[in-house]
């Protein structure tokens, strides 16, 4: 063989080699990439996750509460039509209403000029005669001049003292005494007024008992904090058969919205540190009362205990307790859209265009739904429009949803989002098909909203048996804000009436029952 074939076989065996040799290395790099590419994209996905979770603490501790969403204008697109407003003027490329201040400081000729609200006409009044300093002797009265001040007459303990006389037949037979009345703490020194006082204070305005017994002090009077706790207690005591009364009625409502919120107590088993509670909280919307109920934890024991002969719709957040009433017969879920749009309102920085989508046909549900409470319209016409108008939108986000879920992590804020909305949306629909639900849990939250002032001025309940009274109290303060009902006047009221009220006319002292006495009108 030639000397010049043999060298050319022996490089091509070589390069043979280097190129298996280089195929090799390519393939270890393009494995290394690809390890490289799935790390970066893990580390990415975990930094936006912690970005994400960040940015709701920033906003839980700097942030405002509102969930308001506006949506950001299009480029190109007038946010204003200014032919639409005579009010309206162009200034430097501006629209600003017409006499309003232009730069050059000229004085509107239109101000909005603030108007002093009436004094209201069944607060009672004391008149004070002011004379002229000057001899009036000559003159003749041609009119007066009428100016009305707002002023606080501080509140003030007076002792009721009963002095009942006695008396003793001619024959000595029998000795007469008038009767005293009725007292809601027996041997007690407080009376209905002054006890409804104490719980007002506490279960409404939100003032400590140890605050009060500071105000008390300034009126004249010292009490000890155990006095005032026990008058509490006492009264709960005396208000316990109406409590369960309230609890009967709010049951036998065929339409509940629940929703649960956490409570500091006190307990002997933890020394120095607290336990966490929590209040349960049912809304009936048709018979417009609150129930709120304790318990030491927040497991499933709690509301099936209580809604265990329950029959009706029952609205919840996604909680997963709640789900279990899926298979209780009787029970039909219903989902809260608020609780599902929550999640895209905070989804906006992670994924703006998604979030945005969804927030946009949110808010079309909710345009609908404030536009039927302000017409007095059926439940059956408002079923019919919901399914009008709202189901197609619910149908679009639902097929939204769907394209988008392969896109999106599910630990990020948007992935959180639809993973909550989409496995829920059936029971998110529901209220379309029934007039007398509600789209969202709201008004259940609304109550709750009182105890969480509450505990903050309080901190914490006492003992499990404590939590429970509040639970009891808040239930009828509740009641009485739905019903419109002044909560002193009424359970003053109450506290007056009950001692003397058989079982079977509990039911008539309720607050969603109570008809509030006229005031007094002055001649």
């Given at each position: 063989?030639?000397?010049?074939?043999?060298?050319?076989?022996?490089?091509?065996?070589?390069?043979?080699?280097?190129?298996?040799?280089?195929?090799?290395?390519i393939?270890?790099?393009?494995?290394?990439y690809?390890?490289?590419?799935?790390?970066?994209?893990?580390?990415?996905?975990k930094?936006?996750?912690i970005?994400a979770?960040l940015?709701?603490?920033?906003?839980?501790?700097?942030?405002?509460?509102?969930?308001?969403?506006?949506?950001?204008?299009?480029?190109?697109?007038?946010?204003?039509?200014?032919?639409?407003?005579?009010?309206l003027?162009?200034?430097?490329?501006h629209?600003?209403?017409?006499g309003?201040?232009?730069?050059?400081?000229?004085?509107a000729?239109?101000?909005?000029?603030p108007?002093?609200?009436?004094?209201?006409?069944?607060?009672?009044?004391?008149?004070?005669?002011?004379?002229?300093?000057?001899d009036?002797?000559?003159?003749k009265?041609?009119?007066?001049?009428?100016?009305?001040?707002?002023?606080?007459?501080?509140?003030k303990?007076v002792?009721?003292?009963?002095?009942?006389?006695k008396?003793?037949?001619?024959?000595?037979?029998t000795?007469l005494?008038?009767?005293?009345?009725?007292?809601?703490?027996?041997?007690?020194?407080?009376?209905?007024?002054?006890?409804?006082?104490?719980v007002?204070?506490?279960?409404?305005?939100?003032l400590?008992?140890?605050?009060?017994?500071?105000q008390f002090?300034r009126?004249?009077?010292?009490?000890?904090?155990?006095?005032?706790?026990?008058?509490?207690?006492?009264?709960?005591?005396?208000?316990?058969?109406?409590?369960?009364?309230?609890?009967?009625?709010?049951?036998?409502?065929?339409?509940?919205?629940?929703?649960?919120?956490?409570?500091?107590?006190?307990?002997?088993e933890?020394k120095?540190?607290?336990?966490?509670?929590?209040?349960?909280?049912?809304?009936?919307?048709?018979?417009?009362?609150?129930?709120?109920?304790?318990?030491?934890?927040?497991?499933k024991?709690?509301?099936?205990?209580?809604?265990?002969?329950?029959?009706?719709f029952l609205?919840?957040?996604?909680?997963?307790?709640?789900?279990?009433?899926?298979?209780?017969?009787?029970?039909?879920?219903?989902?809260?859209?608020?609780?599902?749009?929550?999640?895209?309102?905070q989804?906006l920085?992670?994924?703006?265009?998604?979030?945005?989508?969804?927030m946009?046909?949110?808010?079309?549900?909710?345009?609908?739904?404030?536009?039927?409470?302000?017409?007095?319209?059926?439940?059956?016409?408002?079923?019919?429009?919901?399914?009008?108008?709202a189901?197609?939108?619910?149908?679009?986000?639902?097929?939204?949803?769907?394209?988008?879920?392969?896109r999106?992590?599910?630990?990020?804020?948007?992935?959180?989002?639809?993973?909550?909305?989409l496995?829920?949306?059936?029971?998110?629909?529901?209220?379309?098909?029934h007039?007398?639900?509600?789209?969202?849990n709201?008004?259940?939250e609304n109550?709750?909203?009182?105890?969480?002032?509450?505990?903050?001025?309080?901190?914490?309940?006492?003992?499990?048996?404590?939590?429970?009274?509040?639970?009891?109290?808040?239930?009828?303060m509740?009641?009485?804000?739905?019903?419109?009902?002044?909560?002193?006047?009424?359970?003053?009221?109450?506290?007056?009436?009950?001692?003397?009220?058989?079982?079977?006319?509990?039911?008539?002292?309720?607050?969603?029952?109570y008809?509030?006495?006229?005031?007094?009108?002055?001649?």
């Amino acid at each position: 063989m030639p000397e010049g074939i043999e060298y050319y076989i022996q490089r091509n065996e070589y390069l043979e080699k280097e190129n298996a040799s280089l195929k090799e290395r390519i393939l270890a790099y393009e494995k290394d990439y690809a390890l490289f590419e799935n790390k970066y994209a893990l580390l990415d996905a975990k930094n936006n996750y912690i970005q994400a979770q960040l940015d709701q603490l920033k906003r839980m501790i700097f942030g405002a509460k509102s969930e308001r969403f506006m949506p950001e204008a299009i480029p190109g697109q007038m946010m204003l039509e200014l032919g639409a407003d005579p009010t309206l003027q162009i200034i430097e490329g501006h629209p600003t209403p017409v006499g309003s201040y232009s730069r050059g400081g000229q004085k509107a000729s239109l101000e909005n000029k603030p108007v002093r609200s009436l004094l209201p006409a069944d607060l009672p009044r004391q008149e004070i005669i002011i004379e002229p300093r000057q001899d009036i002797s000559d003159c003749k009265k041609i009119g007066e001049e009428i100016t009305e001040t707002l002023e606080l007459e501080l509140p003030k303990l007076v002792v009721l003292r009963y002095v009942r006389p006695k008396y003793v037949k001619s024959d000595g037979s029998t000795i007469l005494i008038g009767e005293l009345p009725s007292v809601p703490i027996q041997k007690g020194m407080a009376g209905p007024k002054l006890l409804a006082h104490v719980v007002i204070s506490k279960f409404v305005d939100h003032l400590p008992v140890y605050r009060q017994v500071k105000q008390f002090s300034r009126w004249g009077i010292e009490l000890p904090d155990s006095t005032v706790y026990g008058w509490i207690t006492g009264t709960c005591k005396l208000l316990e058969p109406l409590y369960e009364c309230l609890k009967n009625r709010s049951l036998s409502s065929n339409y509940l919205q629940a929703d649960e919120s956490p409570l500091q107590v006190l307990t002997k088993e933890k020394k120095g540190k607290t336990h966490r509670g929590y209040m349960w909280v049912y809304h009936s919307p048709p018979k417009k009362m609150v129930l709120f109920d304790y318990r030491p934890g927040r497991n499933k024991e709690g509301p099936e205990e209580l809604l265990k002969n329950y029959q009706g719709f029952l609205q919840t957040d996604g909680y997963q307790v709640y789900d279990d009433f899926a298979n209780t017969p009787g029970i039909t879920l219903v989902g809260c859209m608020a609780h599902a749009r929550r999640y895209f309102e905070q989804a906006l920085k992670n994924d703006r265009q998604t979030a945005e989508y969804m927030m946009q046909r949110f808010g079309s549900l909710y345009d609908l739904e404030r536009e039927m409470r302000k017409s007095v319209i059926s439940a059956e016409e408002i079923a019919v429009r919901r399914t009008e108008e709202a189901v197609p939108v619910l149908e679009e986000m639902k097929l939204f949803m769907k394209s988008s879920i392969t896109r999106v992590t599910p630990q990020s804020p948007i992935g959180k989002a639809i993973g909550y909305a989409l496995p829920r949306w059936e029971k998110l629909c529901l209220y379309t098909q029934h007039g007398e639900l509600n789209i969202d849990n709201n008004l259940v939250e609304n109550q709750i909203r009182p105890m969480a002032i509450g505990r903050k001025n309080y901190l914490f309940a006492g003992s499990h048996e404590s939590a429970q009274r509040s639970a009891m109290l808040y239930s009828f303060m509740g009641t009485c804000k739905l019903n419109g009902v002044d909560p002193e006047k009424w359970l003053t009221d109450v506290l007056r009436k009950i001692p003397e009220t058989k079982l079977p006319d509990l039911h008539t002292l309720l607050p969603n029952n109570y008809a509030q006495p006229a005031p007094l009108q002055n001649s």
